[in-house]
Every structure is written in C-alpha cells, then in structure tokens.
C-alpha cells in the first residue's frame, strides 16, 4: 500500500469511519444485466427514482466527469443487543437498530466530507463527489468489489468486522488509486435470512422484492399507500423497519464490537408504545423525531404503522 492510502485510511480512522476500501469505479457487465433483471421484475415497488436513473448507477463518469476510482466508506452502527420486555404488554412497537437514534445520513455524512476535504488538501487537482444514499451510485456493488465485505444473501453487505450492521458512503474521484481486493462470500449454503423472512421478500439469494418488505412498507412507503395484507398480517411487531433477515445471520450474532459512535446509541428506542404514537399530534411528532430517520415516515404513516400493528394484536388475542 502506497504512503497516500494510508494517509487517508488513518484520516478516515482518526475522524470515525470503521472502515475505508479503494476500488475503480466501472460497473462490471453482469451487475449491470442484474439490475435492469431487477428493474424489469418491478422489484423496486414504488421507488421509481431507481427506474429513472439506471445509466447514472451503472455510469459513475455521469456524475463526475473521468471518474475513476470510488472511496467506499463504513461505518458500524450495532448498537447491542435490545432490551427484553417481560411485562406482557404487546402494545409495542420496534424500531430497526438503524433508526434507534440519529439519523446515519447526517452523521455519516459529516464524516465523509470532513475526509473528502482532508483529500482535496493532500490532492489539490483531484476532483470529488461524495453521497451517503443520496444519489444514483450502487453503494453495496462498490463495497464488495472494494473488499468491505460481500453481499450476503439478505442482499446487504456482510462486513468481516462488523457483520451487516454497518452504513455505506462512497467518495467517487477522477484521481487513480490501486484498487483493494474482494473479500470471500462466507455465506456458503446458509440459507436462514431467506427462510426467516415471513414474507418471503427474498425471492432469491441477494434479491429483495420491495413489494414485500416490510421495512419498505414501514419506512418508504408513501403515507397513502395502503401496506398490502401479506405484509400487515405477517408483521411480528415492526414498527418502523425490520431486523428480521440480519438478526438470524450467523455473522451478526457473534459480533462483539458495538458502534463507537454515539449518535447511534440509544437502545431504549427500540420499543415505542403503540398508544403514544397514536396520540401523538404534529407539534409532538417534529419535536420527538426531529433528527430521526422515523420523520422520514411522517406522522400519518407512523400511525398507520401502528394502528396495523395493534390490529393484529388483537386478531391474536381473538384467536387465543
């Protein structure tokens, strides 16, 4: 490894990124085939900004021009194991360990550009572009050809370190870096994150149908949109997100590194009172969701998250 990687890894290191891996940024043939069989198969439910923008995602040199290599960032968000709740009250609700805290965009974000300045000040011709989930770059494709992990059949990236509890960052450049290499798909015939799934969102191995997601269903989704019955009746109590596909992965259940980063911890969030979220009013909901990833949902999309979910705790006690 160069002296200049090395700089800039122990910057990325220094500043509290988890990781940082180099790659070049052409998109290989197969992957582009894969995503337009995704896009053609509707897989993306009602994200059409994905169907919009497919030259952009395979064609990173449409973003920023002579682009050459990308810069993927992670960083580790597990913030523990939750807390059990023992008093019998189902009246909950839980929140993916992503959105327990602050939202990753703003903290990860942050991050990443101090890097990205850090990089214009050692490379003063170089020219960026940095994005965390917020343009049309194939963020997890980059992190498995840059060796951040490979992408495990729940269709995220399964990080040596960190198992997938971890967010994704790409910094695109016009400047060449010797490329990292690949790590080894560990997953074998493991098949648990698509057997668990109580929707079967997982039609096959690393690809997901939004159409049935529940985390699709609970956080994308618009307000209006009415979340179809395969979803709403197999719900185990989700109320924004779902856990479910990594909380059986074998790689995330032996890890034994929680996140450094305090904005992400706050375990006491996992579960939220149905009856609160019901109750709440406009004035309530900007105030206690105000740098949350769950303000993405809206309010009337949060209350219709949980009315479904006390719905169906009452077709149980019905059925007892």
């Known amino acids: 490894m160069n002296q200049l990687k090395s700089n800039i890894i122990a910057k990325a290191f220094e500043i509290g990124l988890s990781d940082l891996k180099f790659t070049s940024s052409n998109v290989e043939e197969s992957t582009k085939i894969n995503l337009q069989n995704w896009i053609d198969s509707k897989y993306y439910a009602n994200m059409q900004y ?82 965390v989930d917020t343009g049309h770059i194939l963020e997890k494709y980059f992190a498995e050809k840059a060796g951040i992990g490979w992408q495990g059949k729940h269709s995220l990236i399964i990080s040596p370190k960190f198992g997938s509890y971890v967010f994704l960052g790409v910094i695109i450049t016009d400047y060449y870096f010797e490329e990292d290499t690949p790590v080894l798909d560990k997953c074998g015939t493991c098949q648990r994150c698509i057997v668990a799934c109580p929707t079967n969102a997982l039609v096959k191995p690393k690809v997901l149908d939004a159409n049935k997601c529940i985390a699709y269903w609970t956080v994308e989704a618009k307000p209006e949109e009415e979340i179809p019955d395969i979803v709403k ?67 009337s999309g949060l209350k219709l998250n949980a009315t479904n979910l006390i719905e169906n705790f009452e077709k149980t006690k019905d059925s007892d």
């Not at 259940?253 to 375990?267: D, G, M, R, S, Y």
Request: glycine share 4%; net charge positive; proline share 4%.
């Open 233 to 299: 009746e197999n719900n185990s109590g989700w109320l924004f997100g779902c856990d479910i596909c990594q909380e059986v992965c074998p790689y995330n259940k032996v890890i034994t590194e929680n996140t450094h980063t305090a904005e992400f911890l706050n375990l006491s969030n996992f579960y939220q009172n149905l009856m609160e979220v019901i109750e709440l009013n406009t004035e309530d909901f900007n105030k206690r969701y105000k740098k949350s990833p769950i303000k993405r949902r809206k309010l």
């Open 50 to 131: 994905i169907a919009n923008n497919v030259d952009k995602r395979l064609n990173p040199s449409i973003i920023l021009e002579n682009s050459k290599s990308v810069i993927v960032c992670a960083l580790n968000y597990f913030p523990g194991n939750h807390p059990t709740i023992d008093n019998g009250n189902k009246l909950v609700g839980k929140i993916s360990r992503y959105a327990q805290n602050i939202d990753y965009h703003f903290v990860l974000l942050d991050k990443i550009k101090l890097l990205e300045e850090y990089i214009r000040q050692v490379i003063p011709e170089i020219k960026t572009r940095s994005y």
